[in-house]
C-alpha cells in the first residue's frame, strides 16, 4: 500500500466547532459535525492552478457520505482538533493529491448546504490558491477521477450542468471570479 492508497478521513476525527465570528467554541467528531442541519465548523477549500490556466478538479470518491461522485475543486478538509489551518492545508494536499506547494489565502466565508434530510456542511471555510505542475497521485479513498480544466471551461460548465458539482465549488468560484481573478492571473503567470 503507498502513502497516497491509505484511509485519512475518519468519521471520529475531532473537528473544530466556531461561531458566528469564527471563534473555536468546542469540538467535535466529524460525522456529528455533518448530521442533520449540520453544526457550524471550520473547513478549508484549495484551488490548483497549473502553468497553463487550468485548475485541478477531483471527483469525490464514492465512498464520500456527502456528494459523493461530485466534481469539486481541487482539494477540501477540515483543520482537526489542535491543528493550524496552514498546517492542515498542506497536510491534506499531500494526503490526497500527493502535492506540496505554496497556498495563498483570498477569503474565509460561511455556507450551509443540505445533501439530504440528514447530512449537511455547516461551514466556516477558508479557500486558498496554489500553483502546481507536478506530478498528481490521488488517494483513491478521496477522489474517483480527477482531471484540470481551464478557468473559461469550468465557468461554463458550472453554468450548463450545475449538478455536477459541490454547492462550494459553485459558490467559491463566483466569488473568485468575480472578486479574485486578478490574484488568478497573477499567480499563474508567476
Not at 464520500?64 to 477540515?78: A, E
Not at 496552514?86 to 455556507?111: I, M, P, W
Not at 471551461?153 to 481573478?181: C, D, F, V
Request: glycine share 6%.
Amino acid at each position: 500500500m503507498s502513502a497516497n492508497d491509505q484511509q485519512v478521513s475518519f468519521d471520529d476525527e475531532m473537528l473544530i466547532l466556531v461561531n458566528e465570528n469564527d471563534e473555536v467554541i468546542g469540538y467535535e467528531d466529524k460525522l456529528t459535525c455533518h448530521e442533520g442541519q449540520g453544526l457550524l465548523h471550520r473547513a478549508f477549500s484549495i484551488f490548483i492552478f497549473n502553468d497553463k490556466g487550468e485548475t485541478l478538479l477531483q471527483q469525490r470518491s464514492k465512498q464520500k457520505q456527502l456528494w459523493p461522485l461530485i466534481w469539486s475543486n481541487s482539494c477540501c478538509s477540515h483543520p482537526r482538533k489542535g491543528e493550524e489551518l496552514e498546517n492542515a492545508v498542506q497536510r491534506r494536499l499531500a494526503e490526497e493529491l500527493g502535492l506540496s506547494t505554496d497556498l495563498k489565502h483570498l477569503f474565509t466565508f460561511q455556507y450551509h448546504a443540505q445533501y439530504n434530510p440528514g447530512l449537511a456542511e455547516r461551514e466556516i471555510c477558508a479557500v486558498y490558491i496554489g500553483k502546481s505542475n507536478g506530478p498528481v497521485t490521488v488517494n483513491p479513498n478521496e477522489i474517483a477521477d480527477w482531471k484540470f480544466v481551464s478557468i473559461n471551461e469550468l465557468t461554463r460548465e458550472l453554468a450548463k450542468n450545475p449538478e455536477q458539482y459541490s454547492p462550494w465549488l459553485k459558490m467559491e468560484w463566483e466569488r473568485m471570479m468575480l472578486e479574485h481573478r486578478e490574484d488568478i492571473e497573477a499567480l499563474i503567470r508567476g
